[in-house]
């Protein structure tokens, strides 16, 4: 008998210690949510026989997705920003002759070359990044022709859809 009240009573000990643990199951925080946002950068360069010879404009969206212009007044343009909501990003950059040209013909020969570096990604690495460069040698007396021919000199949009994280050009 004085067993069994001994075992009755190192069992009833042994179930109130397991009752009384410290070893909850941890409380799981629900994931918190991300939002998904659009990264863009452009850059373009330009030869200083661009900016003597020409008017350099760039068109672009801004951040909010507002339309704008800046003349480009040194060789490089830049600009960046996030965005947070669905929307077209791009630029465009065009070129005209100045109306004293050949006054400004000068040289034989100019260099003339354009560069640009556009990068759009968004948080979830959706996106990319373009190069290209290009150069051109042109005599002075087909420099006014070239820069009639060529009034654009890059064009890049695309519209992102935040909810999908997708891009369409």
């Not at 830049?78 to 077209?88: D, G, I, L, V």
């Amino acid at each position: 008998m004085k067993k069994q009240l001994l075992l009755s009573l190192l069992m009833l000990a042994g179930a109130l210690g397991v009752a009384c643990s410290d070893n909850e199951d941890p409380i799981i925080e629900p994931p918190t949510p991300t939002t998904t946002t659009l990264t863009v950068g452009y850059t373009f360069t330009v030869s200083q026989a661009y900016l003597t010879l020409a008017d350099v404009t760039v068109t672009f969206l801004n951040a909010e997705g507002v339309q704008q212009s800046e003349p480009m007044t040194s060789t490089t343009w830049s600009k960046s920003f996030t965005a947070n909501q669905s929307r077209e990003f791009g630029y465009t950059v065009n070129v005209v002759a100045k109306a004293n040209l050949d006054a400004l013909l000068t040289e034989d020969s100019y260099v003339l070359s354009t560069s640009y570096k556009d990068s759009y990604k968004s948080n979830t690495n959706q996106g990319r990044e373009e190069y290209r460069s290009s150069t051109i040698t042109i005599a002075n007396k087909r420099i006014a022709d070239y820069l009639l021919k060529h009034k654009e000199l890059h064009k890049f949009y695309l519209k992102w859809d935040k909810a999908s994280d997708t891009f369409i050009k």
